[in-house]
């Protein structure tokens, strides 16, 4: 399995910027498809955006469209997640995910798919 570590969380005002990071160890993180997830007090888990092995394909949640990107640097086994125009409601405890497919473009966007999981990092937004 591949150790995973996030980090970039903060308290941030509506619409301001943050970028994750998520460092995988252990195994390169080309290994892996890459996921974002989040999930906030009272709430499931629930999928944000989600990247291929290659980083040619992207999926991501109607909540943070036009909003979120995620993006990979395979060099540096790290996975980011650009945050722009930061609302309230995306407050939650962020969480990357990786998932040991040998499909190259595939992506996922369910948590069970995935079967190594980081520590989290917090993100508060107030308004």
């Known amino acids: 399995q591949v150790q995973l570590v996030e980090s970039g969380g903060g308290l941030v005002q509506a619409g301001d910027s943050l970028r994750l990071s998520c460092a995988a160890s252990?195994?390169?993180?080309?290994?892996?498809?890459m996921g974002w997830f989040r999930q906030a007090p009272g709430k499931e888990r629930e999928f944000v955006e989600a990247i291929s092995r290659s980083g040619g394909n992207t999926v991501y949640a109607d909540a943070v469209k036009g909003r979120f990107t995620i993006s990979r640097d395979n060099a540096k086994n790290t996975v980011y997640l650009q945050m722009n125009s930061l609302k309230p409601e995306d407050t939650a405890n962020y969480y990357c995910?990786?998932?040991?497919?040998?499909?190259?473009?595939?992506?996922?966007?369910?948590?069970?798919?995935?079967?190594?999981w980081g520590q989290g990092t917090q993100v508060t937004v107030s308004s």
């Open positions: 252990g195994r390169t993180s080309s290994s892996y498809a």
């Open positions: 995910a990786a998932n040991p497919t040998t499909y190259s473009s595939g992506v996922y966007s369910s948590a069970r798919s995935y079967d190594s």
